[in-house]
């Protein structure tokens, strides 16, 4: 890159951090896409000229509200509540609602903007938002998580519709808790709508919807490595994480034939060389969405399983990883010991899980890489396919919506291979998905006007 682009690009940010500031995870999920987009704009005038790219770092309305609720005890609790609504130029706000002690809005400005990016390479009409709160559903009673949900829901309902506005859920935001939220939004409305995503099947959710995520990450995947002479099968997966994508992940990695033998929570990792099967893949489910456990149980139910207290996944001799925990739980050093184990590909299911230091590291060494707004967009396209089911009285059935959500993979790889191509052997699927999810964006922006 030339001096002239680095000193764009370097000023760039500094007006960013300037109108952002402490916002430091909007702040590095901007740079990731200034990089790319700011010498494509340089050979594509037309949207540099229209501002294009500071706009879409913008959000157009950020909502921030008080929810009261009363707990068990009576007593009177205070949380925050959000909703960024980051850009509406290729359809409704589309993106989770996430509920975790740590929601603040530099988070939740970071996630809408890679939303925005994550719906357009979908294909779906379907613009970026996201919200939540810094409420913490663990440990709480059901009725606390309902008391919660429809105060949360009450003031939320202002700012949404199945025209403007479609959240769905996000980290502690599960089937029950659309539930609640579903419920108090259409006793308020008077209206019976696909307004969330990710519902229950008894009252308007799709099939497939919750293995979504997951299954496309693994999709996204699995045409990674067919691109590069590789095969999914027989490859000894590490996935991080133990929550509805990782779940889901370590189903399809079984479903392909590969090994997944790892699986971690906030405690730790567990690390099981004989692999996770289908039953050992049951007891995770009921440990973690029925019981509400801590992953070190496995280990004592397994014998051929270890538990390693405060530590991450990437210390085991793997081939791929798969993190599908949080942001930023991927740095440099982990990243130089799964090279240093042999490892040949980082696919993410979570939102930016990989720190900046190791996207260097993988860029140098030539790991094969997708970035979550790429090979984790299964959960809002399967959330889009939910909408437009709903939209019509229709239910699919799960082959046909897993068949629809596998073409909606292919179809993202494509658009990120188009883009993303650097020579003969390799792929910059970081550049691809950046400069494919932009320019629809951008075209769309271009032909509404300053608005």
Known sequence: MSKNMTQAIDAFMQSISARNPGETEFIQAVREVAEVIIPFNEENKKYKEANI???MCEPERAVIFRVPWVDDQGR????RGF???MNSAIGPYKGGLRFHPTVNLSILKFLAFEQVFKNSLTTLPLGGGKGGSDFDPKGKSDAEVMRFCQSFMTELSKHIGGFTDVPAGDIGVGGREIGYMFGQYKRLRNEFSGVLTGKGLQYGGSLIRTEATGYGTVYFADEVLKAHGHSMHGKVCAVSGSGN????TIEKLLHLGAKPVTVSDSQGYVYDPE???EEKLAFIKELKNEKRGRISEFAGKYKSATFYKELTPWNAKIDLAFPCAT?????DYDMQTLIDNGCIGVFEGANMPTTEGALDLIRKNRILFSPGKASNAGGVATSGLEMSQNSMRLSWSSEEVDKKLKEIMVSIHENCERYGRIDDDYVDYVKGANIAGYVKVADAMLAQGHV
């Open 53 to 55: 790219l500071e706009r």
């Open 275 to 277: 692999g996770i099967d």
């Open 76 to 79: 009177n609790q205070i949380n």
């Open 327 to 331: 942001q930023n739980e991927l740095p």
């Open 245 to 248: 994508v990782a779940q889901y």
């Open 83 to 85: 909703r960024v609504q």
